[in-house]
Nanobody, 127 residues
Framework: QLQLVESGGGLVQPGGSLRLSCAAS????????IGWFRQAPGKEREGVSC????????NYADSVKGRFTISRDGAKNTVYLQMNSLKPEDTAVYYC????????????????????WGKGTLVTVSS
């Protein structure tokens, strides 16, 4: 059984910090490109950040650059999203997704190309 499970969401005040986790079960995240996506109420799902299979390269949406940091821990089979200086506009359901990538070590996370998706975790930034 292949699963991705997000955790760490919750209520936080503007300017606060939160760390999301994406844990894999039933398979290893090695050789997978991992992305974080989010969907706010009434809006389309958007890419937030992406990390290459080796963890050596990352990219971020302009809206979160400088505030969010994506990382991965192979020993724990987990990917993280550290979110700092949170804004009300960051309120959304956050999803992690994995894309099989055995040959290319690049931080590319195409929405329609992701192979596995978690069920999401809700982040609410109050004002």
């Amino acid at each position: 059984q292949l699963q991705l499970v997000e955790s760490g969401g919750g209520l936080v005040q503007p300017g606060g910090s939160l760390r999301l986790s994406c844990a894999a079960s039933g398979f290893t995240l090695d050789y997978h490109t991992i992305g974080w996506f989010r969907q706010a109420p009434g809006k389309e799902r958007e890419g937030v950040s992406c990390i290459s299979s080796s963890g050596g390269s990352t990219n971020y949406a302009d809206s979160v650059k400088g505030r969010f940091t994506i990382s991965r821990d192979g020993a724990k089979n987990t990917v993280y999203l550290q979110m700092n200086s949170l804004k009300p506009e960051d309120t959304a359901v956050y999803y992690c997704a994995a894309h099989r990538n055995y040959y290319r070590d690049t931080p590319e996370c195409p929405y329609y190309g992701m192979n596995y998706w978690g069920k999401g975790t809700l982040v609410t930034v109050s004002s």
